[in-house]
């Protein structure tokens, strides 16, 4: 499904992605962790091309998409949930959906009901501005929205961050639901060390703008063999 060789990318002249290398299978969840500042964020960024790649090269589904447009890249069926959420608050909810289901190939109510499905929380906030929305809401529209534009892949990244508890569960949920139903890929940035175990199939360790390592979702439950090499605990 998604095929990536000796990436690089950064800001200008500042380098950040040294050469990374990966493969996602479809249907497969795959997570990365790494310290702050280690690329994980221009990684997506990259793949969804936000940022251009100065060297190496991104295959998704078979095409060689390393310089293909945002747009394009969302046609073909990347999807992305940035951290932050990056909803438009000022937006209601439904229309938010709306405005993911500008990629649906379908019938732009049928998306946006398999999208409630998944997420009944947001039924009856369909009225309200999307800044209105506690933190978690937000989160789970912007999956949402992501989700109404039909994707083959999504890139989320640290959607746990500053999000209530109960509805961290709820997310984990509905991801697992998502995958039974959907065979959805996706490539998932993460902090928290339970979120990503009970999620993932494979973690990739990235340090310093490369994959340096891969490990079990059953290691990473241990937080001491974790702070080995990415130097965080759960």
């Known amino acids: 499904m998604l ?5 690089h990318a950064g800001y200008g002249r500042i ?26 964020t221009t990684l997506l960024k990259t793949l969804m091309g936000y940022l251009p790649a100065t060297a190496g090269q991104i295959r998704f589904a ?14 073909a069926g990347l999807g992305y949930v940035p951290q932050g959420r990056d909803i ?11 405005m993911g ?22 039924t009856p906030l369909l009225d309200r501005p999307g800044g209105a929305l506690s933190g978690g809401e937000q989160q789970l529209l912007a999956l949402a929205r992501c989700l109404c534009g039909g994707p083959k892949l999504i890139l989320l990244d640290e959607p746990t961050e500053g999000i209530q508890p109960s509805i961290v569960e709820e997310m984990v949920e509905t ?38 390592r891969e490990v079990s979702p059953a290691e990473i439950a241990d937080p001491r063999l ?8 759960g």
């Open 101 to 122: 289901c500008l990629l649906a190939k379908g019938d732009e109510r049928a998306a946006m009901d398999a999208a409630l499905a998944l997420f009944p929380r947001l």
């Open 62 to 75: 078979g095409d060689d998409i390393t310089h293909a447009s945002t747009s394009a890249r969302a046609r």
């Open 3 to 7: 095929e990536v060789r000796d990436l």
């Open 175 to 212: 991801l697992k639901a998502l995958r039974r139903g959907h065979q959805i890929t996706m490539l998932l940035v993460e902090q928290d060390l339970q979120f990503i175990a009970e999620l993932a199939d494979r973690v990739l360790i990235i340090q310093k703008g490369a994959i340096t």
């Open 226 to 233: 974790v702070a080995e090499f990415v130097g965080m605990a």
């Open 15 to 40: 380098p950040i992605l040294g050469g990374v290398s990966l493969q996602a299978d479809r249907g497969s969840f795959v997570g990365i962790l790494g310290h702050n500042g280690m690329g994980k």
């Open 88 to 98: 438009f608050p000022t937006l209601s909810v439904r229309d938010n959906l709306r």
